[in-house]
């Protein structure tokens, strides 16, 4: 269930000063170990450099977070572009909907939208792919057959995860396995957590206040890490990490990265095919 916007993000604000101002004391050396730094949709100030894009994404990597987020919509043509908004509104002020246009387009009316493809190419295997799905009205087959085109390149769990704030969508998805798919939780974090053991999910991700501890016990008992966002401070950085919390999203990537910046950054590690989970596995 999801909140009315006023009521959530007047939530959120608060909860943010009170985790900001409230002191935490710096993990244990094997805590900062296991905790990997995610950008939430690049690092950006949405003027100069725009979310959910290649700058946005190229700053990233430059500073050496571990991973990024973003998300995906499709084309009228039915071709994934990355931009959390279906429409061009708030970020360029323009009334176009994505699934209106045509990739050839987008491509030239909004420039800076980046096609899937891109993304990967320029980052997978470079950066841990945190890719969100949407909804959206693209056939199964289609969508599953491009997506699975697109990623085929890259190892599931090793170098990327699809997340989602609408699980049933993943049921579209056969060419990964489930281990690969991270559900959102909003206001359901504990029907989330139990559908995440039922259906052999990777894992769930899920705002840091709405992620009670026990909810992190049940996934630490099953080996499975966890994701909260959206980590902005040291003490709110600090307490999800003592907490157990693997993947910590950010939106100030650059300033929390400087907290802990050789411990969240870990080189690449290459795998065999048999050991495709193992990085996964080891976080917890």
């Known amino acids: 269930m999801a909140l009315p916007f006023w009521i959530e993000n007047a939530f959120f604000r608060v909860s943010d000063f009170l985790s900001e101002k409230l002191p935490r004391p710096e993990p244990a050396p094997e805590k900062l170990k296991n905790a990997r730094l995610v950008s939430h949709r690049g690092i950006y100030d949405n003027r100069r450099v725009f979310e959910n894009t290649l700058p946005a994404f190229d700053q990233a990597k430059a500073e050496g977070i571990w991973g990024i987020e973003f998300d995906i919509q499709w084309t009228r043509d039915m071709q994934p572009v990355v931009s959390h908004d279906p429409d061009c509104r708030r970020l360029f002020r323009e009334n176009a909907s994505i699934g209106d246009l045509s990739l050839k387009a987008v ?43 697109l990623f085929s390149p890259l190892q599931p769990a090793r170098d990327f995860h699809l997340l989602s704030l609408h699980p049933h969508l993943f049921s579209a998805i056969s060419f990964i396995p489930p281990e690969t798919m991270i559900p959102i939780a909003e206001t359901n974090a504990g029907a989330v957590s139990d559908m995440v053991l039922e259906r052999g999910y990777g894992g769930m991700a899920g705002h ?11 996934l630490s008992r099953n080996r499975l890490p966890m994701g909260t966002g959206f980590i902005n401070s040291r003490n709110c950085l600090y307490r999800e990490i003592n907490r157990g919390v693997t993947w910590l999203f950010s939106d100030r990537a650059t300033e929390i990265r400087k907290f802990v910046p050789d411990r969240m950054t870990p080189k690449r590690m290459s795998y065999g095919a048999h050991d495709q989970h193992s990085e996964m596995q080891q976080f917890v």
């Open 208 to 218: 840091y206040m709405l992620i009670q501890n026990g909810i992190l016990k049940k």
């Open 107 to 149: 491509k030239s009316r909004f420039p800076m939208i980046p096609p899937l493809a891109d993304v990967i190419q320029r980052y997978g295997g470079k950066l841990h792919l945190m890719a969100e799905i949407k909804p959206h009205t693209v056939a199964s087959k289609r969508l599953n057959g491009v997506l699975s085109e």
